[in-house]
């Protein structure tokens, strides 16, 4: 694995600036790959590795940035929790850890370091030294991941006999044995307007 200041690099590169974010999920990221026994996310390791991230703020882009998941890869997988939290699964020995960021870190900061101009500078350069036990509450964990939620092609495809999308792995409703998409069946998330 590569050093935390390479990775904090790298990371930045992606999301675009540096900020108490980065280094948290970098800092998680090397944790958690460290106990469930990942090397190299990005490399020879890169089909072993699932993660589950429950937020989408700043430490998400440093998760991806570090195991090299994503979304479209479908080893990346995003649970609307709010919670600065992520579970990272070996998914060739089925170890698996949740990692979660400590609220009280926030207050620790000023003891770790008392230099900068505000409290979010602070505690950006407090968390590069703080200790994880400090940082991170840390559960190992169980999950079930079904097979539709997997890496790979796609298991089944269908086509919502509403609006004609195509759906696919599942994420389809059967409703009285009509075939829907999520949006006919529950409601979109847009209006269209020009037809």
């Known amino acids: ?14 999301h675009g600036h540096l900020c ?33 991230v429950e937020i989408d703020r700043c430490a998400t882009d440093a998760i991806q940035s570090v195991t090299g998941c994503s979304l479209g890869k479908r080893s990346l ?37 008392t230099q900068g101009e505000n409290k979010y500078a602070r505690q950006l350069e407090a968390y590069k030294t703080m200790p994880e036990e400090e940082l991170f509450r840390v559960q190992m964990v169980e999950v079930d991941i079904p097979a539709t939620n997997l890496p790979g092609r796609p298991l089944t495809r269908v ?30 998330y847009y209006r269209v307007i020009d037809q």
């Open 77 to 113: 997988y995003f649970i609307d929790l709010g919670i600065m939290a992520a579970t990272f699964v070996n998914l060739s020995n089925g170890k698996a850890v949740r990692v979660t960021a400590r609220e009280e870190a926030r207050d620790l900061a000023d003891t770790y370091c």
């Open 20 to 52: 108490a974010g980065q280094v948290i999920g970098v800092r998680m990221s090397m944790l958690a790959l460290r106990l469930i026994g990942i090397d190299d996310p990005t490399g020879a390791d890169r089909k072993k590795l699932y993660v589950m």
């Open 1 to 14: 694995m590569k050093e935390f200041e390479t990775l904090l690099a790298d990371s930045v590169r992606i």
């Open 159 to 188: 086509q919502c006999s509403l609006c004609g999308d195509w759906v696919q792995d599942g994420r389809e409703v059967v409703r009285e044995a009509e075939v829907l998409c999520r949006s006919c069946a529950q409601g979109r």
